[in-house]
DNA sequence: GGACAGTATTCCTAACTGGAATACTTCACC
DNA sequence: GGTGAAGTATTCCAGTTAGGAATACTGTCC
C-alpha cells in the first residue's frame, strides 16, 4: 500500500512567467513532460538515456536540487511511495504549471547555437606537440568510442520507432546517429592524411 | 619603451606533474603553445576565433583567473607592457615547465568523449508540446546560424592553410566545417520530414 | 552470511558563466 | 574642440553546473 502525502510547496513569486529557470530544469520537465511519475534516480537514468546524446546529463546532486526548485515554484507534484521493506521514495510528476511554463519557455525564449567540448579536437589542435604516433593512437580510441555510442543510440531508436508518442524524440536520435557517422567520415579521413 | 619586470611567482607543490589543472587552463596554456606573447584580452580573442568552434571559448573573468592560477604554478611568465598614454598591460608567455606540462597533459590523460550542449536538438525533443510552425522557424533559424558559422571558420582555415605552423589547426578547422555541412544536411531532413 | 550491485539521497568543493562595474584610449562625427 | 561610441584591459560577484564522496538500505549470488 502507498501513502499519498501530497506536498507542493508554493512559491508565490514565480506564478506563470515569473522567474526563468535554468536550462537544465527546463529539460528535466521535458522529460517529465512525456507523462511518467519518476524518483531522482529514475530521472537519471532517463537522463542517462536520452539527454546524454545532445545535452550533458546533469548530476546526480543537480537533478536533486533542481527537483527541489522546481518543488518550489509549484512546477511538479511529489509523493512519498512505499518501496520495499520499510523504505519510502518521493516520486516526482510535472503538473499544469509547469506544463504551461515549459511550453512558454519554449515559445519565448531563443535556442542558442550549439556549444561543443570536443577534447579529441582541441588535443588534435595540439598534436604539434606529441609524436604522431599517440595522435593515431587517440584518434583510433575515438573512433571505437562512437562506434559504441553509435550501438547504444541505435539500440534506444529501435526501441522508440513506430511510436506516434516518441515521433520527435525519434527525430532527435536519428539527428544523434547522423552526427556520429559524420564524425567517424572525419576521423578517418583525418587518419588517412596524417599518413602521407 | 618597454618596462621589463619579469615576475613568476612559484609553488613549490606544482613542480613536475603535481596537481591536474582544470582543461581550460591546459586550453589557455595551448593557445599560449603557439609562440605569441600576448594580454589577457588578446587571449580572449584569440580563444573568441579558434576555441569557440569546438570547445567553449571562456568567459573574460575565468581567462583571468586561469591566467592567474598559471602564474601560480610557474607555466607561464608574465611581463608589464606599457602601453599608449600611461597604461600599462600584463602579457603572458608560456615558458618552459608550461611546455612540459602541456605535453604531460597530452599524453598522460586520456581524451574525454565529446559533449554536445545542443538546444536546438533538445527543443525538437519536446516538439510535441508547441506548434509545428514554430519547430520549423527554430530550424529554419539554427540553418542560418550555420551558414554564418561556416563563413567564419571558412574564413580562418583561410588564413592558416599552405602555413605548415597550422597543420593541426588547419585540421581541427576543416573538421568543424564537416560538422556544420552535415548539421546542415540533417536539418533540411528534417525541414523536409516535418513537412509530409 | 558476506560481498557486491542496484536504488535513493545529501553534502561539499571546484569549475565555469555571465553580467556589471571601472577606467583609460582611440576614433568618428558634428 | 567636444562629445559620444567603440575598443582595450581588468576585477568582482552571484548563480549555475560538474563530480566525487559519504551514507544507507535492498536484493542477489555463492
Redesign the interface.
Known amino acids: 500500500m502507498n501513502s499519498t502525502v501530497a506536498s507542493m510547496r508554493q512559491d508565490p513569486d514565480s506564478t506563470g512567467s515569473g522567474t526563468r529557470l535554468p536550462?537544465t530544469a527546463y529539460?528535466l520537465l521535458?522529460l517529465l513532460?512525456f507523462g511518467r511519475e519518476l524518483s531522482g534516480y529514475e530521472l537519471k537514468q532517463f537522463s542517462d538515456s536520452?539527454?546524454r546524446?545532445?545535452?550533458?546529463s546533469p548530476a546526480m546532486s543537480q537533478i536533486y536540487s533542481e527537483l527541489g526548485r522546481l518543488l518550489d515554484h509549484g512546477l511538479v507534484d511529489s509523493r512519498e511511495v512505499d518501496g520495499p521493506g520499510s523504505r519510502t521514495t518521493t516520486k516526482y510528476r510535472i503538473n499544469d504549471a509547469g506544463?504551461a511554463e515549459?511550453?512558454g519557455w519554449?515559445?519565448t525564449s531563443?535556442?542558442?547555437?550549439?556549444?561543443?567540448?570536443?577534447?579529441?579536437?582541441?588535443?588534435?589542435?595540439?598534436?604539434?606537440?606529441?609524436d604522431p604516433g599517440?595522435v593515431e593512437a587517440?584518434l583510433k580510441?575515438?573512433d571505437e568510442?562512437l562506434t559504441e555510442?553509435r550501438r547504444d543510440l541505435a539500440a534506444i531508436l529501435d526501441g522508440i520507432t513506430d511510436d506516434e508518442?516518441f515521433?520527435?524524440?525519434a527525430?532527435?536520435a536519428q539527428?544523434?546517429l547522423?552526427?556520429y557517422?559524420?564524425?567517424k567520415?572525419?576521423v578517418r579521413r583525418?587518419l588517412r592524411?596524417l599518413n602521407e
Request: glycine residues 4%; aromatic residues 16%; charged residues 20%.
Open positions: 536550462t529539460a521535458g513532460s536520452t539527454l546524446f545532445y545535452w550533458s506544463l515549459l511550453r519554449l515559445v531563443e535556442a542558442e547555437f550549439p556549444v561543443l567540448k570536443h577534447s579529441v579536437a582541441l588535443r588534435l589542435l595540439l598534436a604539434h606537440l606529441v599517440s587517440m580510441t575515438y568510442q555510442r508518442t515521433r520527435f524524440p527525430y532527435v539527428w544523434g547522423d552526427y557517422a559524420a564524425e567520415r572525419t583525418i592524411d
